[in-house]
Structure formats: C-alpha cells, structure tokens
C-alpha cells in the first residue's frame, strides 16, 4: 500500500479512488495552507504527493521525501515547485492543465466586463439604497466593450479562449503576443500578431495570460503602463507578480490607464491596500480563475488520474518534468 498526502480537501469520490487502488490517503482537513513542518513529517514514507500553488515543494522538502515518486500540482502553473530539484530526484511533477482553461477565460471575461461598466460598484450603490438618476452624464457610466480592440499578451491555452470570447462575442478585433506566432489562431480569429508596444498602445483591453517566469516578472511595469490608452483597461488572471503592482497603482491613480480587473497579486493573499480604496476602477476577486464546481472537479480528478498512473508504473498524463 502506497501512501498518498493531499495537502488540501480532496472530493470524496477521489479519496475513494485512491483507496480503491489501494492506496493510503492522508488528506489535510486544516484551515489555510498546511504548516510546512507538518507536511514534512506527514510526507515520511509517502510516495506520492498532491499539492497547491501555496505548497513550497523545494530542494530541501524533497531531501526529506525520501520516497516521493510524485508531485502533482492541482494548478496549471507549477512555479511553487523546483523542477529541476524534482527531476534530479526522480520525482515526476505534473499540473492540470486544459480542464480550467474555460472556466479561466470565463472569469477573464467577468473582470473585464465588470471593470468596463462598473459592475461592482454599481451593485455596491443599489445596496446602500441610492439609485443615481438617469441622465447622460449619468453616475457610474462606463466603457464599451463590444467592438473594441483586445490584447491577449500571451496567446496559450486560455488567451485563445479570451480572444474566442472578445472575437466571436463581442466583435473585437483581437491583437496578441506571444513568444511564437500562433497562425493557426490569426486564421481562425483574424488576429494580428503584434510587438509588446504596439498591443498595448491599440487596444482597449489588456489581458494577460503568460506564465510567471524571471523573464515574465513584472513584464507590466511602468513603462507598459505608460504605453496603453488613458482609457484602456488591465486584466490580470495568470500572476500577480507578471504585474507591477506598485506601478499599476501610480498608473492607476495618476489617470494612465482606466481601470484593471485583478484575480491575482503580486504579494498573494496581500492585497495592495490602494488597490482597496480605488472602488471607481478596479475590480478584485481572490484567485477564482478555476472555481467553477465542475472545473474544480475536473481538476482533482487529474490530479488523481496522474498519481494512479506514476503509482501502477505507467507514464503520467501531464508531466511537466
């Protein structure tokens, strides 16, 4: 019997997987992230992991999972564990990727269209019990989206959905880049594949959508922010740290850009406490980019799937190493 630590809840019907093949499951049941000394020790002759993007999973865990064969994240992004570490150990990594990469693009789309016509601050303003007359210099007015330019500043998995859903829903035209050229996309979508400096000068709408990296870290800093329009919008859902944020708030308040919409943070869960004042053009949730019941589902259900094939001897589904 092979012994399984989740550091998180897991569904019950994956637990029942797990233990079905035979398997120990030992899942963490805690508020918050699980303290790293007791991960450490729950990890003493386990041999298969699964994790969250808030688990460090570093050399020094893994010196100490001395029978670790697996680390399956339950995330596509896997920056919170050493690859190479992993790999030198003989430790298969693997993520979730394509199961959240609608649900992702879904909540792009939210941010975007809430940060546009001021949707939260709207909903804020009928509960207080005002409701400002109408007027063309009516209070919360907003921004039109529908015909609009959109920029998809990494044109992977879930930019291709956004720009399906800016493309096809909305009739924008859709500029991107991204470190390769995507034709395929520029066929289907009539999107131009555009330098960093002229996507953010043209479009309307920002979204980004790449991977943290040391060459991604803050890829929007003050000088990108300085290059979109007055009246342009940021959409943040991959990394908080791809985002200046300190930067985003001068832009911000200083009338650079118009507004952002933000599922994610560069000091996560610390929220800038400017971003928390400025109501008027900024729209923030905690990280929901996947938090869909059925997304969430599909996601553990991979994780699991990944666990179970490395644990019987067969090759991972996802493997990132």
Known sequence: MSKVVCTSYLFPEEVERLEAAGHDASVYEGEGPIPRDRLIAELAGAEALICQLVDRIDAEFLDAASRLRIAANVA?????????????????????????????ADLTFALLLGAARRIAEADATVRRGEFPAWGLEQELTGID???????????????????????????????????????????????????LDRLLAESDFVCVHVPLTDE???????????RMKPTAILINV?????????????????????????????????VHPRLLDLR????????????????????ARLAVDNVLAVLSGQPPLTPVN
């Open 280 to 299: 008027e053009c900024v729209v923030l949730a905690p990280h929901l980019g996947s938090a869909t019941r059925e997304t969430r589902r599909s996601m």
């Open 145 to 195: 989206v529908f015909g609009k330019t959109l920029g998809i500043v990494g044109m992977g998995r879930i930019g291709l959905a956004v720009a399906r859903r800016g493309r096809f829903g909305f009739g924008m035209q859709v500029l991107y880049h991204n470190r390769t050229r995507r034709r395929a996309a520029e066929e289907e979508l009539g999107a131009e594949f555009v330098p």
């Open 238 to 270: 991959a990394r908080g740290p791809v985002v200046d944020e300190e930067a985003l708030v001068r832009a911000l308040d200083a009338g650079e850009i118009a507004g952002a919409g933000l599922d994610v943070y560069e000091r996560e869960p610390e």
């Open 76 to 104: 596509v992004g896997y920056e919170n564990v050493d690859v190479a570490a992993a790999r030198e150990r003989d430790i298969v990594v693997t993520n979730t990727p394509d199961v959240l990469t609608e649900a992702t």
């Open 216 to 226: 991604t870290r803050h890829l929007i800093g003050s000088g990108e922010l300085a």
